[in-house]
């Protein structure tokens, strides 16, 4: 009997400029009001628009995303913002299960069962 699992092979965490065309370090944003549109819509519509349009049609997305973009502008005139991006990279295992003889780590080492 084959037993699929995961293990975690590695976990990081880092940071990301909310304005996906923005790679720099710095701490102060040149075009606020680019990266206020570009946020609002190449990021977050990117995400909600189909919500919205579920719940509310698409007459209000440009208007929407308008007022949004220019909310994050004025908010990147105060403080760059940023996000945490968490990446996990998993790695397959496999479990060999049988009525006499439990195997199960990656090697594949006997062991014997606690019945």
């Known amino acids: 009997m084959e037993d699929h699992h995961f293990s975690i092979d590695d976990i990081n965490v880092f940071e990301s400029n909310w ?9 102060v944003v040149r075009d606020c009001a680019s990266s206020g549109k570009n946020v609002a819509n190449k990021s977050i519509r990117a995400v909600m628009e189909p919500l919205i349009v579920e719940h509310f049609g698409e007459a209000i997305l440009d208007e929407l995303f308008m007022v949004f973009a220019s909310m994050v502008s004025k908010h ?3 403080m760059k913002a940023k996000y ?8 397959k295992t496999m479990h ?12 594949c080492t006997p062991s014997v069962p606690n019945y």
């Open 84 to 91: 945490p991006v968490i990446v996990v990279s998993l790695k």
């Open 76 to 78: 990147l005139e105060i």
């Open 19 to 27: 304005d996906p065309y923005d790679d720099s370090d710095s701490d």
């Open 96 to 107: 060999w299960i049988d009525s006499t003889t439990h195997y199960t780590d990656k090697l």
